[in-house]
């Protein structure tokens, strides 16, 4: 048995887990957000506890600091040295990285040479890891990429139409993220169904950030986000994969610079940008405007297409799975989306299966030629059983 600790940072917050494995137990779940502010949140829960403190955390080393006195006041653990192995939520492993790995100095540099990529995230990932390796001696720490999923991608899906050079000299190409969602998705898809009918899947993965992803046998052929998490469906606040003529439009005629476009694209479009209301789904669905409708259709169609342009690339398909925030919580908006298919694959929803039921579960009814199913994704389980598994090597 080992205890694994689970960091997933982001630019202003990090989430954290304990979990016991192989049994997979959480012994803790625990965040800081809002770092660098003076109002920052820390929320801790064990079976027995339910903490929330809020107060200013300087930096990721702070909070660092602060979460391991946590574990020990609060006894989640009776000394840090009861933690095994570290695993470490990392966004871009570039071509470097097909699989987790254990982070060694030669890991290290090659995250650090990826920030180039995902300037933001990298940084701060390798930074939280360097402080813990000090904080935590002796133990192993694990690199999880967001990428590493999408690594089988073929050089004709992940090639740009730009000129080649930008790919030699600067690995210009989609990567695709959320890999360890749509690895974990598609592996409980694979226990749920069996291995034999879950040959060809397609899992949507539909939080505020949303990507979509063709697997077959277990590897993934094709996903929607692409250099960034910019690209692909329409987002809460990113706009996805549009003419790319729009960005000199509206530096021209708006007078702004590229950085802001990038931001509009990026924290002003998709839900929001079309609604002008919200990037919130549920807020979304609770209103009647006309905008609201319009982006509601246009993120659901935006979907569907996506599932029929995968379709043909898997020559089949035996399940389209649903997860993250709307995903696992939106009846409607999984019964619209398989509407926009359905005249053309025979994928039909059950209603009450849809609405209604366990966490994961086949929301599709018997006649339909495509099963349906509902998945709660689990990135700090895969983070754990990846840390894990390296472990014992
Ligand atoms: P991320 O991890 O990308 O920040 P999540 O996977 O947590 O996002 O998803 C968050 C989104 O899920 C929210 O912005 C909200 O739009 C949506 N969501 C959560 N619950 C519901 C619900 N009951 N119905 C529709 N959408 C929901």
């Known amino acids: 048995m080992k205890n694994i600790l ?43 506890l339910n903490i929330k403190n809020i107060f200013p955390v300087k930096s990721h080393e ?3 600091n602060y979460f391991l006195q946590q574990l020990i006041e609060n006894k989640v653990l009776n000394d840090l040295s009861e933690i095994n192995v570290c695993g470490h939520r990392i966004a871009h492993g570039g071509e470097y990285f097909r699989d987790s790995v254990i982070i060694d100095s030669d890991v290290s540099d090659k995250i650090e040479k990826l ?53 030699e000299k600067y690995n210009i190409r989609k990567y695709g993220f959320h890999g360890t969602s749509h690895k974990y998705v598609s592996l409980i898809t694979s226990e749920i169904l069996g291995a034999k009918n879950s040959e060809k899947i397609i899992v949507c993965h539909l939080g505020n950030g949303a990507s979509i992803s063709a697997i077959k046998n277990g590897v993934c052929i094709n996903t929607s986000m692409g250099l960034s998490p910019l690209g692909g469906i329409i987002m809460g606040t990113r706009s996805g994969n549009l003419d790319p003529s729009i960005i000199e439009f509206i530096m021209n005629n708006d007078d702004k610079s590229i950085e802001d476009v990038l931001s509009i694209l990026n924290k002003e479009s998709g839900l929001l940008g079309i609604s002008s ?15 609201s409708v319009l982006a509601i259709n246009m993120y659901c169609r ?12 898997l020559g089949g398909l035996d399940a389209i799975v649903f997860t993250a925030g709307v995903g696992e919580n ?45 998945i709660s994704t689990n990135e700090e389980v895969m983070i754990a059983k990846d840390s894990y598994r390296l472990s014992l090597i």
């Open 302 to 313: 935006k979907v569907s297409d996506y599932i029929g342009a995968y379709f043909m690339h």
């Open 330 to 374: 939106s009846a409607y908006i999984r019964e619209k989306i398989i509407s926009n298919i359905k005249e053309a694959t025979n994928t039909i929803i059950d209603n009450d299966l849809n609405e209604n039921g366990s966490k994961d579960r086949i929301i599709s009814s018997k006649e339909s030629n495509v099963k349906v199913l509902v």
């Open 6 to 48: 689970v960091v997933n940072a982001g630019s202003s917050s990090i989430k954290f887990q304990i979990i016991q494995m192989p049994q997979e137990k959480v012994l803790t779940n625990a965040s800081i957000e809002k770092i660098g502010e003076i109002d920052s949140i820390f929320k801790m829960k064990t079976p027995e």
């Open 62 to 64: 702070d909070a660092l």
């Open 277 to 291: 209301k919200s990037n919130d789904m549920r807020e979304l669905l609770n209103s009647t405007d006309k905008q």
């Open 115 to 167: 920030c180039q990529l995902a300037p933001l995230h990298n940084k701060v990932n390798l930074s939280c890891y360097q402080i813990l390796n000090v904080l935590l001696k002796d133990i192993i720490h694990v690199a999880v990429f967001d990428t590493s999923f999408h690594q089988d991608i073929s050089k004709e899906i992940y090639t740009y139409a730009i000129p080649y050079k930008y790919y």
